[in-house]
């Protein structure tokens, strides 16, 4: 059996005015990797070091086969041998180069490798119309489309997101997230992504490591590290389930689309999905509703059958978490403890989780 190749591996630490960086991490060779957690929490920095920016980090960091850093032995590989693709919050574009120019820029000092789809790719992140553009002539949305291709052609052995739709605005973060939606699957180099916003990480991680005051505080598949319920206070809000699941059914008058997944099925809001397509949505757990038995006259569309795993504090003395279990995807329940009581619930007992469909169309 062919060994698996080893992925990211980083152990370090960092002094930068109030926030003192302390990780110990280790990311899978292939997929998206997110770094979440609140302002301030230390993923930028902690991306920087990774990447060969802080030159006075202490650690260790290795990738594969290859050390990059190791501050006992003297070793550290600058960024631009480190074979790396960034994308920052703002597209570093060369102004003096057109949109055709700044995507062949890094294509060209690859090699121009064939296993690079470069016409695939311009017509994913529709740049087709673009490609004689300078980049003063184009919108943020734009600029950061080129910016993600021009990564991408560089053939890099490892790339880099630091918040790329946070500074653009509701429509082009829509449909930028749909074009990294789409690359998802066929992706070949593993990604790190940085994000404060949960709804994006649920729609494109597969992975996550959950950061706070400069610590990693847990770290996992995505499914089963958001459904923990030790998590720290700062770290509530993103507390809910990641259901996986096939697009079933279109409902073109209400512009609903139909998840099916092992626990059931669940109404969503419809975007661009097509049937038979690979869905993904978020519940988070102060959307969850539990119910002794379904209710037939309430607007919520969905309501799923679970059983009670488990039952713990939550960041609020009035509230409580509830583990649950739905034809073996876990769901999260966030509730007041009055409510616990007064419908008598116990680990064991079956449940009805209600979500609302409109709760769901991050």
Not at 147 to 172: G, H, I, K, Q, T
Not at 200 to 224: C, M, N, P, Y
Not at 270 to 294: M, N
Not at 333 to 358: F, Y
Request: hydrophobic share 45%; charged share 20%; aromatic share 4%.
């Amino acid at each position: 059996m062919t060994e698996a190749t080893p992925g990211l591996a980083v152990k370090l630490s960092l002094r930068r005015g109030a926030l003192a960086l302390d990780v110990d991490m280790a990311l899978p060779a292939r997929g998206i990797t997110a770094l979440f957690g609140p302002s301030g929490a230390g993923k930028t920095a902690c991306l920087r070091t990774i990447a060969g920016f802080e030159r006075d980090s202490v650690g260790s960091v290795t990738f594969g086969h290859a050390i990059w850093q190791d501050t006992a032995r003297r070793i550290f590989v600058p960024t631009h041998r480190r074979r790396l693709g960034h994308v920052f919050q703002e597209a570093s574009l060369f102004a003096h180069l057109s949109v055709a120019g700044n995507l062949d820029y890094g294509y060209r000092r690859a090699g121009r490798p064939e296993h690079l789809d470069r016409e695939g790719l311009i017509e994913r992140f529709g740049l087709r119309p673009l490609l004689e553009r300078r980049v003063g002539a184009l919108s943020g949305g734009e600029r950061q489309r080129v910016s993600m291709v021009r990564a991408l052609l560089s053939d890099p052995a490892l790339l880099l997101f630091d918040e790329p739709l946070s500074a653009l605005d509701a429509a082009a973060r829509t449909d930028l997230l749909g074009c990294l939606e789409s690359l998802h699957g066929t992706l070949e180099t593993p990604m790190i992504y940085v994000s404060h916003n949960i709804d994006e990480v649920a729609r494109l991680a597969d992975h996550i490591v959950l950061l706070e005051a400069g610590h990693v505080v847990a770290q996992g598949d995505l499914q089963s590290t958001l459904t923990r319920v030790d998590l720290p206070p700062a770290l509530g809000e993103a507390l809910g389930a990641v259901i996986e699941g096939e697009a079933v059914g279109l409902d073109a008058h209400d512009q609903l689309v139909e998840l099916a997944f092992p626990g059931g099925r669940l109404w969503l809001p419809h975007r661009q999905e097509t049937l038979g397509q690979k869905v993904r949505c978020r519940v988070a757990a102060r959307d969850v509703v539990l119910l002794r038995q379904p209710e037939a006259a309430t607007s919520a569309l969905n309501q799923i059958r679970c059983r009670i795993v488990a039952m713990a504090d939550a960041d609020h003395a009035s509230q409580c978490l509830v583990r649950l279990d739905a034809g073996g995807s876990a769901l999260l329940a966030r509730i007041t403890r009055r409510s616990w009581h007064h419908l008598s619930l116990s680990p064991g007992d079956e449940v009805w989780a209600q979500v609302k469909a409109v709760a769901l169309g991050a």
